[in-house]
């Protein structure tokens, strides 16, 4: 055991678990279990800690970490469609409005494939570049172009488009 690397964890952990939360929750749709996959993917990368080239490597190891075991209970979960899916939508929109968009985004979001949707949320969300996206996913930059293509068709479906790309508009 490294006493500098469990240093540099803490102080890792410490940084950025409130963003690893985010992500976590933009990954899975619900706080408690963004909080539960942040738990369980630092259990994972605390253990192999001492095999990373870097500190610097942590972050990029860690939501790799979240995507794959964010995709591994999804497969478990059974995919039932709940009675409120069904409700109608109210008709006084202006006061909430803010509030439905975003819950209209986290729908849409939820039904997209777990690899779009996460590619999405990486691009969008946590402003990464593509070479990044690629690594953490672990496929080809063409991949992750594809994935972003084929994520903002079918939010453009919901009309959200504007709504999820708008951050990539400021990179000029």
Known sequence: MDPGRDHEFAEFVDGRFTALQRFGYLLTGEWHLAEDLVQTALTKV???RNSLRSSSALESYTRTVMVNTSTQWWRRKWRGETPTEQLPEPQAREQYGSVDDRDLLLRALAGL????????????????????????????????????????????????????????????
Not at 140 to 159: D, F, I, P, Q, W
């Open 46 to 48: 605390w253990f192999h």
């Open 113 to 172: 494939p777990r690899r779009t949707r996460a590619t999405l949320v990486l691009r969008y969300f946590e402003d990464l570049p593509e070479a990044e996206i690629a690594q953490i996913m672990g496929c080809s930059v063409g991949t992750v172009k594809s994935n972003v293509s084929r994520g903002l068709a079918k939010l453009r479906e919901h009309h959200l488009v504007a709504a999820v790309s708008a951050p990539a508009q400021k990179e000029g």
